[in-house]
């Protein structure tokens, strides 16, 4: 799989696996320009989503259409987001081999809108170890992104059964029990623009109070929502990106 690997002189925390998302930053290199996280003494590995970037089809951004008007749940966000989870233990594996991470350690994980996704999914299903996350401007499974699917276009969605089987087991507040599960659970940071009108806030409040409520008190530091005022869906605009980076940095030195 394409990665970009951001490598501190000085290394003192377990690596951070990155995804970027399906708008801007839609890229590994667009992703690390906007948050590169020099102030986290960590091994940053930026990844590749399946479908883009080096793996994009022939057609590019039109290849993509065509799977988006054939079936977005089956030919879009399958292959993308649940395949981007299902990559991450090989991901893991190469970093140990390689000598980037021990084997008893915990991953940072990071990921932006469908990458944001695809975060929720691997904090449900528990195939690797992971003691951090944030999600930025996250779908919080199928559903909310064929919602933003059907904002964008005017188009009903055509749901069938696999469709539907699909946004259960990718739905993030059906499965805020396996995601706080573990002792103690993810140390999980929310970060969510108020001005996004294609993941709107109320996602992310949502998943937010769906999860506190599996945080037990003494871990409730470990959970954290922060809504950026102003903030729309493409988080490189000059206004935020600041903030954005400065949040993101303290959570992974903290955690």
Not at 63 to 88: H, M, T, W, Y
Request: hydrophobic residues 45%; proline residues 7%.
């Amino acid at each position: 799989m394409p990665a970009l690997l951001r490598v501190p002189k000085t290394i003192t925390k377990p690596p951070i696996v990155l995804w970027h998302g399906f708008g801007p930053p839609a890229s590994e290199q667009a992703l690390m320009d906007a948050l590169p996280l020099d102030d986290v003494p960590a091994i940053k590995v930026y990844l590749g989503l399946p479908l883009f970037g080096k793996r994009a089809e022939a057609g590019g951004v039109e290849a993509l259409k065509r799977r988006q008007a054939s079936d977005f749940a089956s030919q879009i966000f399958e292959p993308v987001v649940v395949g981007a989870a299902k990559e991450l233990p090989a991901a893991l594996k190469a970093l140990r081999a390689m000598g980037c991470m021990a084997r008893d350690e915990k991953i940072g994980l990071f990921g932006f809108s469908g990458g944001g996704a695809a975060v929720l999914l691997a904090l449900a299903e528990h195939d690797v170890p992971i003691g951090s996350a944030v999600i930025l401007n996250a779908s919080t499974g199928l559903s909310a992104s064929i919602g933003a699917y059907e904002n964008a276009t005017a188009k009903p969605y055509p749901w069938n059964d696999a469709a539907h089987e699909l946004a259960r087991r990718t739905d993030a507040v059906g499965r805020v029990g396996e995601i706080a599960a573990g002792h103690p659970p993810v140390a999980l940071l929310i970060v969510q623009g108020t001005a996004d009108a294609t993941l709107t806030p109320r996602l992310a409040t949502d998943l937010h109070a769906a999860l506190k409520s599996k945080y037990a008190a003494r871990d409730a530091q470990r959970l954290q929502l922060i809504l950026a005022d102003g903030m729309s869906h493409n988080v490189t605009a000059a206004s935020s990106i600041g903030d954005l980076r400065m949040w993101t940095g303290d959570w992974f030195n903290r955690w």
